[in-house]
């Protein structure tokens, strides 16, 4: 029987889950987060092992007796990330072939119907990565709006200030944004809000402003236009850039989709998906966007069984997420 072994690790938590070809889920663990350069790579490794542990002591399975195994992290941002994360899993004695990637693939990999595609992550960052037929590979650098990546919920919040400052000063209208970010932060007034911000944080990373895009969402329904502004200008920036990436591996031809994930699409808003179709379309008019609804780490077991050569049946994602699905409600629960 073929046994693998699939690992997500963020920045907050780490899951892992055993399954085997059939996508029958033999065993799952969690851990805290396995991002190296936020945890450091000492925590990041024993996270991943403690995940890893758990699953497959759960499963009855030895690390050694593993087929396969892929590893999804947050922090693998350049080539040499993959060496300096293989020199302390490869001493952990996982069987099999073992892959490291971005954990945008392994998004990618959960949410499309197919082993390729674009992927749209939009969280406390985003990144843009995909893959073509050939098994080509391409992912925007995902460090943020200096490098190019725009359109991430800090980049929302960021937009979101300077709505309010614009409303402030006469430069732009005034905004609903204004009362609700007041009364997020417990400002009595706009310059008390904006003095705030320009003392004590001017690059929004203190909690009580680090994401206002909830706001700017709430916003956005109530009708508000400048909030309407703001999701439609971030969804133009993210479908310009799935379709750049589109056209990096030679798919702008092809019917594809692109799968959007991250805390900017928990909450779906048609503003922000319109203008991120459209961008798309612009220069892939096949393509079609659709929102993940499996838990990453489903990509990363897929992944691993095609490491080991396993034939992937239909349905075999799908019965993987519903059992994820089904085990995460009830450790919840």
Excluded: K
């Excluded at 309407?228 to 993210?238: N, S, V």
């Amino acid at each position: 029987m073929t046994v693998v072994l699939g690992v997500d690790g963020g920045g907050r938590n780490t899951a892992a889950a055993v399954a085997d070809a059939s996508g029958a889920l033999l065993g799952m663990g969690f851990s805290g987060g396995s991002n190296w350069e936020i945890v450091g790579l000492a925590d990041a490794f024993a996270h991943i092992a403690s995940a890893s542990d758990a699953a497959l002591g759960e499963a009855g399975v030895a690390r050694a007796d593993l087929d396969a195994s892929a590893f999804g992290l947050a922090g693998i941002d350049w080539p040499q990330d993959v060496e300096r994360l293989e020199a302390g899993i490869g001493p952990l004695g996982f069987g099999g072939h073992r892959r490291l990637v971005n954990d945008a693939f392994v998004a990618l990999r959960a949410g499309s119907p197919q082993a390729w595609g674009v992927v749209v992550i939009a969280g406390t960052g985003t990144i843009t990565a995909g893959r073509n037929p050939a098994g080509e590979e391409f992912r925007t650098l995902g460090q943020g709006r200096v490098f190019g990546d725009f359109g991430s919920e800090f980049d929302v919040s960021e937009l979101a200030v300077r709505a309010v400052a614009d409303a402030y000063t006469g430069r732009g209208p005034s905004t609903m944004l204004t009362e609700l970010l007041c009364e997020r932060t417990g400002a009595a007034t706009p310059i008390d809000l904006l003095e705030r911000i320009a003392r004590a944080d001017t690059r929004l990373r203190s909690p009580e402003v680090s994401n206002m895009a909830p706001l700017v969402l709430q916003a956005t329904e109530a009708g508000d236009l400048v909030a309407r502004g703001i999701l439609e200008e971030i969804g133009q920036a993210l479908g310009e850039t799935a379709g750049l990436v589109g056209s990096r591996l030679g798919m702008l031809d092809l019917d594809f989709p692109v799968v959007l994930a991250g805390g900017l699409f928990r909450t779906p808003n048609r503003y922000l998906l319109d203008q991120l179709e459209l961008g798309v379309r612009r220069a892939a008019p096949l393509a079609h966007t659709m929102l993940l609804d499996a838990p990453p780490v489903v990509g990363s077991v897929l992944i691993a069984l095609e490491l080991a050569s396993s034939t992937i049946v239909a349905g075999v994602g799908h019965l993987l997420a519903s059992a994820i699905n089904r085990r995460l409600l009830d450790d919840r629960g």
